[in-house]
């Protein structure tokens, strides 16, 4: 079999696992959906693509997945200038430090990973030197991990109002993860409290971004739009090679 051949014969092999993995994942929503009685189009799948190849997310692209979701800046910047030709909608999931911020802002539609003031008037001057409009969720610590970033429930609706005052951002709503060794669902039922409040605030503010492929299910359960799914879509993922 000549090279050609057999590239073309792996694509072919991984974009049916890909669909694959597509077919029960959004199987996965629209029963979630169903049993709280939500409208399937009430939730976006974001897929979350880190470490895996471009041709993946072209793959994606030609399944009808246009929410793309990286953590890593060095990976996800790549990835994006190799994807230009596609309509694609980039959602920058990591946490985010003030020295990637130039890089993030050119190629992310939405950062879930905004959790301090500093971070808020980063994006901000950046965005406006730009001339783009970024979206910005607030991330919500649901645990006393501080590694795992997010802003303290006390603090949220206060910056909240920061990035909804921010010239050249526009205020999304919250996103959270789930702590570890505690029930998703008690996790999920405090993110929507704090979700509704933010709301209250800010109308427009309605994204509530948590669920990952062990927890979809309990945070579509307590009101997430939009829900960032990696292993469960394209399998366990490769070590990331700096």
């Not at 802002?105 to 980063?122: F, Q």
């Amino acid at each position: 079999m000549c090279a050609e051949s057999r590239i073309g014969r792996e694509t072919h092999v991984r974009r049916d696992e890909i669909a694959a993995g597509l077919a029960e994942v959004d199987e996965r929503i629209a029963a979630a959906c169903r049993a709280v009685g939500r409208d399937r189009g009430e939730v976006t799948l974001i897929a979350v693509t880190k470490t895996r190849p471009a041709e993946d997310v072209r793959i994606l692209a030609e399944l009808g997945v246009h929410d793309i979701g990286e953590n890593r800046d060095q990976e996800a910047a790549a990835k994006a200038a190799e994807l230009a030709d596609l309509s694609l909608t980039w959602h920058f999931v990591g946490q985010l430090q003030t020295n990637k911020v130039r890089s993030v802002v050119g190629y992310a539609d939405v950062i879930h990973s905004v959790d301090r003031v500093r971070l808020v008037e980063a994006i901000s001057r950046e965005a406006v030197r730009q001339g783009r409009n970024v979206g910005c969720l607030v991330q919500i610590a649901l645990d006393d991990d501080p590694a795992r970033g997010g802003a303290r429930p006390a603090d949220v609706l206060e910056l909240a109002d920061e990035v909804a005052l921010a010239e050249g951002l526009w205020l999304g709503g919250v996103m959270a993860v789930a702590p570890l060794g505690e029930e998703p669902a008690k996790a999920f039922s405090r993110l929507r409290d704090i979700a509704t409040r933010v709301q209250e605030q800010h109308h427009r503010a309605t994204m509530v971004s948590a669920g990952m492929s062990e927890d979809l299910v309990e945070a579509i359960a307590y009101g997430a739009t939009h829900v960032r799914v990696g292993t469960a879509l394209l399998g366990r993922r490769k070590p990331y090679v700096r």
